[in-house]
Nanobody, 117 residues
Framework: QARLVESGGGLVQPGGSLRLSCVAS?????????MGWYRQAPGKEREYIAR???????DYADSVKGRFTISGDRALNTVYLQMDNLTAQDTAVYYC??????????WGQGTQVTVSS
């Protein structure tokens, strides 16, 4: 079973930046087709943030477009989420999700991001 580990979360002031990382391993040599970032705020459902496909195309939720940037290495074994101009509404647990060829999906355990003065 694939393993995803997120890191880079923490406490940041409004207007600040953070860079999250997600490292995928144990994929049994099954290629990763896409990697995505999601977040879940207290009392809310998990929501989609961004995705990067193996062809390097990207997609963003409207709520983060222009502030967040997703990137990754060539095989998408490591992906990043650069988050700029953070607001309190960005406070959440951030999760990465790997979509492997064949339809297998795996989630990481999440990393907490808190935006507060």
């Amino acid at each position: 079973q694939a393993r995803l580990v997120e890191s880079g979360g923490g406490l940041v002031q409004p207007g600040g930046s953070l860079r999250l990382s997600c490292v995928a391993s144990r994929t049994n040599n099954i290629p990763i087709a896409a990697m995505g970032w999601y977040r879940q705020a207290p009392g809310k459902e998990r929501e989609y943030i961004a995705r990067i496909n193996i062809n390097r195309s990207t997609d963003y939720a409207d709520s983060v477009k222009g502030r967040f940037t997703i990137s990754g290495d060539r095989a998408l074994n490591t992906v990043y989420l650069q988050m700029d101009n953070l607001t309190a509404q960005d406070t959440a647990v951030y999760y990465c999700k790997a979509g492997l060829v064949g339809g297998y999906n795996y989630w990481g355990q999440g990393t907490q991001v808190t935006v507060s003065s």
